[in-house]
């Protein structure tokens, strides 16, 4: 595996990646509060099959953040700058949390840039009382009050595997720049329903998987995108919350593998979508 900066078009300045495998692409892109370095299961399992690139998001891994009140449109443009800058047409899409939102609404605003997406732990449709609670984290975030023990506390069990991934992500939660977690929170706590309605629009293999126990990116969350695609399917993993890829990797690894492995919408039908 090599680490890549991408020199990006203005105003997104460098972007970090992390590269392993030939072929066919896949992208990844982390969570709010997470870097690259999350997927390096997906990318130890799925290198041997397809060249795997596992992308910073700005205010992420040492890159610059988007500006405050940046929304996720801005986060799509962004990966635009990134396919653009590695050079790529169209790549297969996989994204974990945050990252799945921005994985979704690339595929249904540029569908003849996605072979196949896959969402990770995504949200969808918060009810009112979820997202009351989530843009109040956004706001004490914005004021500078990180809270890690929250998140921490949702997203692992005690299991000592459990346990063992949450070390991981609490040291990349604190070690995150403020401002682009601040900036990233905000749009993620305002992008749920942004693209909620152009799943049907999505003719590329489309899998919406999540842990059987995440109280926030549910898996009726994930049924319900599945079933709007015209070619979904769900998966929630039991007794797994919200950090899947780091707590049950091989289970993950086998339902990417077997997403991989399904025919890409034809070139003519994902331009139709566009």
């Known amino acids: 595996m090599t680490s890549t900066t991408l020199q990006l078009s203005e105003p997104y300045g460098p972007a970090a990646c992390r590269v392993d495998g030939t072929g ?3 992208l990844l892109i982390h969570g709010v509060g997470m870097q690259s370095a999350a997927w390096a299961p997906q990318i130890a399992a799925l290198s041997g099959r397809c060249r795997v690139i596992a992308a910073d998001m700005p205010g992420h891994g040492g890159r610059a953040p988007l500006p405050a009140g940046a929304k996720l449109p801005d986060y799509l443009d962004w990966l635009d700058a990134v396919l653009d800058a590695l050079g790529l047409d169209a790549v297969n899409l996989a994204g974990h949390s945050m990252g ?13 840039r996605v072979l196949r997406v896959a969402l990770l732990n995504a949200v969808h449709r918060r009810s009112p009382e979820a997202r009351a609670a989530v843009e109040a984290r956004a706001a004490v975030i914005r004021d500078g009050r990180m809270d890690l023990e929250t998140p921490l506390s949702r997203w692992f069990g005690r299991s000592a595997a459990e346990q063992a991934a949450q070390a991981q992500v609490a040291g990349w939660l604190a070690n995150v720049d403020p401002d682009g977690y601040a900036a990233a929170y905000g749009a993620f706590a305002r992008g749920d329903a942004t693209y909620a309605d152009g799943w049907p629009q999505v003719a590329c293999p489309m ?3 999540t842990g059987g126990d995440d109280p ?6 994930a049924a319900e995108m599945a079933q709007a695609a015209r070619n979904g399917q769900a998966v929630a993993i039991a007794g797994h919350r919200h950090m899947v890829n780091l707590t049950a990797p091989d289970v993950v690894n086998a339902h990417l593998q077997e997403w991989l492995a399904r025919p890409a919408a034809d070139p003519a039908e994902r331009k139709e979508t566009a």
């Open 207 to 209: 899998l919406a998987l």
């Open 100 to 112: 799945a939102m921005i994985a979704g609404g690339y595929a249904m605003t540029r569908p003849e």
């Open 216 to 221: 926030n990116s549910t898996p009726a969350m």
């Open 24 to 26: 066919e692409v896949l």
